[in-house]
């Protein structure tokens, strides 16, 4: 059974940084392309960054470039989301997700194993 789950969330002041992690079992890590979604009240979920299953290439959303950095231990099994310079804007609930396809999505519907969540919130 896969199970993926996030953690590291909590509440951070604007211009504050957040680590969040996401530890995979279940599955066979290294074969996954693996990325973050995010998901604010109201609004669709929505791609924030991805990497490879080598981690050698990365991928991210315009509005978190330069800012967040996406990396994967794949002995650890798990992945990583360096958040830095954090802004009210990137208030929601965080996802990791596990796609089996050969190239980086941005499309959630690619995704093939999701984590249950968990709460960014920052303050301004």
């Known amino acids: 059974q896969v199970q993926m789950v996030e953690s590291g969330g909590g509440l951070v002041q604007a211009g504050g940084s957040l680590r969040l992690s996401c530890a995979a079992s279940?599955?066979?890590?290294?074969?996954?392309?693996m990325g973050w979604f995010r998901q604010a009240p109201g609004k669709e979920r929505e791609f924030v960054a991805a990497?490879?299953?080598?981690?050698?290439?990365?991928y991210y959303a315009d509005s978190v470039k330069g800012r967040f950095a996406i990396s994967r231990d794949n002995a650890k099994n798990t992945l990583y989301l360096q958040m830095n310079s954090l802004k009210p804007e990137d208030t929601a609930v965080y996802y990791c997700?596990?796609?089996?396809?050969?190239?980086?999505?941005?499309?959630?519907?690619?995704?093939?194993?999701w984590g249950q969540g968990t709460q960014v919130t920052v303050s301004s």
């Open positions: 997700a596990a796609d089996w396809g050969a190239t980086i999505s941005i499309q959630s519907r690619r995704y093939d194993y």
């Open positions: 279940g599955l066979t890590f290294s074969r996954y392309i």
């Open positions: 990497i490879t299953k080598s981690g050698s290439t990365t």
